[in-house]
């Protein structure tokens, strides 16, 4: 099972260019709102033409702005959970899981919607209508009508988006369950980075229509190779940097020299650090220390965020504030009346990064 996309198309400010392809795995497409992550969906399920390019979806062409094919959305045989989940106001349940089932004959779709029903825990509210249903039996039954259709490609609109947040963790283990038994490939497009993290095997950036970076999900999450990607997968602290040697380079925003276990490339722009990789020390440390003085606290139920200012630089510039995350258990038990100066940060922890 594979899907191969290569999509162009203007956007009114920006264009849209995308290529990418999956091999039997669940692909996240992450990005800010507005960077062109939904249109590309709607493309590939045949709502919105690209300008051009070629779409393939297991051998099958859908798309080919050159041989002119376009096959209808109702041909491509691709599933599409939208963000508002699309159910048809007007029929129930059972309905609406049985109106994308045309292949089979009456006994075998009334087999299929039941199993579906029961597959979704949602016997109960076969006869409910959407409006009767909450978000997460909503999402459910959405599901349930898109996997009856029995696509070949699955693709997850910010699945997760109407949902509040004790539903949606609740969700987050519904779909987990459904991925599993599910063999077709997923497109899960999000501006989450946690869902990314805990959906997808690999992962494509997006910024303004074009594809940043792409790659295994651990690995880019881990080792970020430009600011737009660094940003998205959750860092915090930034500073222009400058190239001092294959694995040193200076942070100028924090005037110091920095140690990387990763090679400087030649046009590093800022190093990223994020903001739970500081280890407090009692003194400087000589290789990849830092003075830091605290400027503000935000204590949370499990968590303290803590921003401090570097030696030399004014507190008020919210661009040169250092970011420390710690648990709160040990932000009370160590640090609650006397908060550390000293900190640093291992090499493998410093991200060089580029445009």
């Known amino acids: 099972m594979s899907l191969y996309a290569d999509i162009h198309k203007k956007l009114g400010e920006f264009s849209l260019d995308v290529t990418f392809e999956t091999e039997q795995e669940v692909k996240g497409i992450l990005g800010a709102s507005g960077c062109g992550k939904s249109m590309t969906l709607k493309c590939i399920a045949g709502i919105v033409r690209p300008d051009s390019g070629r779409i393939v979806l297991n051998d099958r062409v859908l798309y080919d702005s050159e041989k002119r094919i376009d096959l209808t959305p109702q041909q491509r045989r691709v599933g599409y959970l939208f963000q508002n989940y699309a159910l048809f106001p007007g029929m129930t349940v059972e309905q609406n899981i049985g109106i994308g089932i045309r292949s089979l004959q009456s006994d075998a779709k009334k087999r299929k919607v039941s199993e579906m029903l029961e597959s979704f825990d949602l016997k109960e509210l076969a006869k409910r209508y959407p409006g009767q249903l909450s978000g997460g039996q909503q999402q459910r039954a959405a599901l349930a009508r898109i996997l009856a259709y029995e696509p070949e490609v699955l693709m997850l609109d910010e699945p997760f988006s109407a949902l509040d947040t004790f539903l949606k963790e609740q969700m987050h283990f519904e779909v987990q369950k459904m991925l599993k038994v599910y063999t077709g490939d997923v497109l899960m497009v999000t501006h989450s980075r946690d869902e990314v993290y805990r959906f997808c095997d690999s992962v494509v950036i997006m ?42 380079l200076f942070a100028s925003d924090w005037n110091v020299i920095l140690r990387s276990t990763s090679p400087v490339p030649d ?38 965020s803590v921003r401090m200012t570097a030696e030399g630089n004014d507190p008020e510039d919210d661009s040169r504030l250092i970011w420390w995350k710690t648990e709160s258990g040990q932000w009370r038990k160590k640090y609650h009346e006397t908060a550390p100066e000293f900190f640093r940060t291992d090499p493998s922890s410093v991200m060089p990064l580029t445009d």
Do not use: W
């Open 267 to 304: 046009n590093v722009k800022m190093v990223g650090i994020r903001a739970h990789e500081f280890i407090p020390e009692e003194k400087l440390p000589e290789e990849n220390g830092f003075h830091l003085t605290v400027y503000d606290i935000s204590e949370g139920p499990f968590e303290v």
């Open 207 to 248: 910024e303004k229509g074009r594809m940043v970076e792409q790659g295994n999900m651990r690995e880019l999450f881990k080792h970020p190779e430009t600011i737009t990607t660094a940003k998205l997968s959750g860092c915090k602290n930034f500073s222009r940097a400058e190239k001092r040697g294959d694995h040193h």
